[in-house]
């Protein structure tokens, strides 16, 4: 485990273990990956000239595109866009020996589609997390009850802290590191599953009267549950 990822997972599991709101700890860090990143790329990176080659090959998203965009540094954006252009310039003419076909064209597009500088920077740290978050459980005698502790974890990250727990946790430890997980998990699938029959229930008449309790938001906590708290 290194401790550029152990600081990280710990704080947010804390977060939200003292803050139910906060909810899934995965997606709260790769919240912060991916703001940390963009800050850099419009800041400090920006003008590195190993970082402008690999933007240049693997460009942006649409979703990052969009979240670069409206972030104040234009000017950051304008000069990162300024030099894949210009390489773009080069890569996509097709004329010349052998050419003419449009191929050239067609196979880096379809190369910029697939990739994107920044969900390939946050995606290699984010898996990092998610294993550092296993071996403390593993290893750590404190952190299984920040585990327990935890409100719950989105079905997206669910899955992915599951697939890796299978790959480096002895059979026995598998077998109660996904007891725990299941126990968070089938509380508030209860809970959310109350709320959510409760705030169809308020558009009868019959229950006009009655209370909202914990049910106003139910639908936007089912859809973070569901589908994680993150822009992607």
């Known amino acids: ?9 710990n704080e947010a599991f804390e977060k939200s273990a ?18 940390d990143e963009l800050d850099l790329i419009l800041g400090a ?13 693997k460009g942006f998203c649409r979703t990052h595109y969009d979240m670069m965009f409206v972030r104040k540094n234009r000017l950051g954006m304008a000069l990162t ?25 067609i196979k880096r597009i379809e190369e910029l589609e697939k990739s994107c500088y920044v969900c390939e920077r946050i995606n290699f740290n984010f898996e990092h ?10 290893n750590d005698e404190d952190f299984p009850k920040k ?19 299978q790959t480096r946790l002895p059979k026995k430890l598998l077998k109660e590191f996904v007891a725990q997980c299941e126990e968070i998990q089938t509380r508030y699938l209860e809970e959310l599953s109350g709320d ?15 209370p909202w309790y914990n049910s106003k938001d139910a639908v936007e906590r089912s859809m973070k549950f569901l589908r994680s708290d993150i822009h992607k």
């Open 147 to 165: 585990l327990q502790a935890q409100p719950y974890f989105c079905l997206p990250h669910y899955k992915r802290v599951l697939k890796y727990a």
């Open 129 to 138: 997390m998610i294993e550092t978050a296993v071996l403390l459980w593993q």
């Open 45 to 57: 990176s920006m003008m590195e000239p190993d970082v402008r080659i690999k933007t240049n090959k």
């Open 196 to 210: 959510v029959s409760w705030f169809c229930k308020k558009f009868d008449y019959r229950y006009d009267e009655e």
């Open 18 to 35: 003292a803050d139910k709101s906060c909810g899934c700890p995965f997606c709260a860090l790769f919240n912060k990956l991916e703001n």
């Open 1 to 9: 485990m290194e401790q550029i990822y152990t600081i990280p997972v």
């Open 81 to 105: 866009l300024e030099s894949h252009l210009d390489e773009l310039k080069k890569e996509l003419r097709d004329t010349g020996i052998g050419g003419g076909m449009g191929n050239k064209p």
